[in-house]
């Protein structure tokens, strides 16, 4: 970024604009005109041009071609270990679905996948043991609404005054209808009951249950022909209030659930009558073509942090219509080089994230399916071999303390444990690194075996309503995390604790020079000294990474000091 300080208040405007995405929704090629920003956002017009502040030099910054990033060589990609079998079959033809990240003959492989894994074998028991405490139980409010959504009796869905934008508030969406009480825990960034009834489409594909199918499109379509207008008027008052741009995904996303509006048409197009998938290809597309997620319109060296790769669920959501009425196929275009920006600028060369694990695991999960979903269009070069992800898993057991139990990753959410070691498993599933950091789980008591779970679970040792167990339901999006790690065997045959990691054969010195980390290891053992100590380089723009010159931890004799 170049800035002087009679340029910077305007420039920085400009640019944060660009990254939110405060532009015109017609093509990406006119983005790059800051003065369609004036059109688009009726707050800017009384803004004086940034012209007016620089001289001849600092605006002739701006007048050529942008800078050309350069870009990491397709002959240094790595794919030793890949699992090419996770792309599943061939994209089916336009119509047919489920088409985003699998096909409809891959599901019998899924379902068997997840019968041979622990974790999946959890995951299926406990979305069964979630829907019959929530749909499936017309006791239970949730199942309350889902009749009458399955019936058409519409009377009485209302939907909660947080959900809509008003001149004084911007909405916070709860997912549920005034009046009945949710049974489950959720966040507002995925849809309540939408998540509920993609967790059972899963089910019922896979059970090739055609008569719980057509329940739940029919109160899928009608969900969404009573959040339609919700939508429109969220439309027009986010923008003439000021709180959004017209072409932006951000925002909107949590109106819509995330990526869950896209699994709901995706899962249970197979059910619709042509009216309902009329619908629901309208919803997509008013939510989703001519606007851009967060960054996709910038410079593609800002595309590093996880709000870029968050944003990912609208090029994913935009798929689900894919090659049908009110698809946009430049989201997906425009998309193909950010994501591969992300795997350069936003992981390092020795395979640090920049950001903090804490805040960098859901957009990382967002740009893996990203990643798959492009590959099966043979979009772009095949990402999984990029180097600096490949780097990634040793590069995060470099900064996990030798007893365990603490990962020096700072910044916001600091010090969290990699949460997407399964997730990485299922693609490199010979990563032995992958496996160490999986198992580090077991030492919060987190991975269990299904049997343990499943009566910890019945007896109220573990409760449901929890929100870390919502990992353990079903969807779509989160199908890649249930794959088991291995335990380690020492010559005698025993398992070996968690925090060993002499079979890993890594130096017990990590530096990156680029990401400001050194980290050493007197040893392999678990009463090691262990010195993690940064020198954080400053970034260009916002994120979640703090600067933190000189910041250092310290462990001995198998506790931190």
């Not at 019959?132 to 019936?151: H, I, N, R």
């Not at 209808?177 to 899963?202: I, V």
Request: net charge negative; hydrophobic share 35%.
């Amino acid at each position: 970024m170049v800035c002087v300080r009679n340029l910077r208040s305007s420039f920085l405007v400009y640019s944060f604009c660009v990254s939110l995405g405060f532009a015109q929704q017609d093509t990406a090629s006119q983005f790059a005109d800051y003065s369609k920003f004036h059109e688009s956002m009726p707050q800017l017009e009384a803004q004086r041009d940034w012209k007016e502040f620089a001289n001849d030099a600092e605006i002739a910054l701006f007048e050529g071609p942008e800078h050309e990033w350069p870009k990491v060589p397709q002959e240094s990609y790595d794919y030793r270990g890949f699992d090419e079998a996770i792309l599943g079959s061939s994209v089916p033809d336009v119509g047919f679905h489920p088409l985003i990240i699998f096909s409809p003959q891959d599901i019998p492989g899924l379902k068997k996948r997840l019968e041979e894994n622990e974790l999946g074998k959890i995951a299926l028991w406990y979305t069964q043991h979630v829907l019959d405490q929530t749909l499936f139980d017309p006791k239970s409010d949730d199942g309350k609404q889902y009749a009458k959504l399955v019936t058409g009796d519409l009377e009485g869905l209302e939907w909660q005054d947080e959900e809509y934008v008003t001149e004084d508030s911007f909405s916070k969406p709860k997912h549920v209808f005034k009046g009945y009480k949710p049974s489950w825990t959720f966040t507002m960034h995925k849809g309540y009951l939408t998540r509920l009834l993609n967790g059972a489409a899963l089910l019922a594909h896979f059970n090739d249950d055609n008569t719980l199918g057509r329940d739940l499109a029919k109160a899928t379509a009608n969900y969404w022909k009573l959040r339609e207008p919700l939508i429109d008027d969220y439309i027009e008052k986010s923008v003439a209030y000021g709180y959004r741009g017209p072409d932006e995904w951000r925002g909107i996303h949590s109106l819509v659930g995330n990526f869950t509006l896209a699994e709901n048409y995706d899962l249970m197009a197979k059910w619709m009558t042509e009216d309902e998938k009329d619908l629901m290809r309208r919803v997509i597309s008013k939510v989703t073509s001519g606007r851009r997620g967060y960054g996709t319109n910038g410079p593609i060296r800002w595309f590093d942090t996880n709000w870029h790769t968050w944003d990912l669920a609208h090029v994913l959501t935009a798929l689900a219509i894919e090659g049908e009425e009110g698809y946009d196929p430049e989201i997906v275009e425009n998309a193909v080089p950010y994501v591969e920006a992300f795997l350069t600028w936003g992981i390092s060369e020795r395979g640090s994230l920049f950001e903090p694990n804490g805040k960098a695991g859901a957009g990382l999960h967002h740009q893996m399916l990203m990643m798959v979903a492009l590959v099966r269009r043979e979009l772009g070069p095949n990402l999984f071999g990029h180097p600096h992800l490949r780097k990634m898993s040793d590069a995060q057991v470099q900064i996990v303390a030798p007893q365990g139990g603490f990962t020096a990753s700072n910044g916001t959410w600091a010090h969290h444990r990699f949460d997407d070691p399964n997730l990485m498993l299922a693609f490199y599933p010979e990563d032995k690194s992958y496996h160490w950091l999986a198992r580090q789980a077991a030492l919060e008591k987190k991975s269990v075996p299904y049997e343990t779970y499943r009566s910890e679970m019945l007896s109220g040792k573990r409760n449901f309503r929890r929100g870390v167990e919502a990992f353990n339901f079903l969807s779509m999006a989160d199908l890649y995390f249930f794959t088991d790690s291995r335990p380690v065997k020492g010559a005698d045959g025993k398992e070996k604790p968690e925090w060993s990691r002499e079979h890993l054969e890594l130096p017990t010195t990590f530096l990156d020079e680029n990401r400001g980390t050194m980290v050493v290891r007197s040893s392999n053992d678990k009463d090691a000294l262990f010195l993690f100590f940064e020198a954080r380089q400053d970034l260009i723009h916002l994120g979640h990474n703090q600067f933190n010159q000189g910041g250092f931890y310290l462990a001995a004799n198998g506790k931190m000091w």
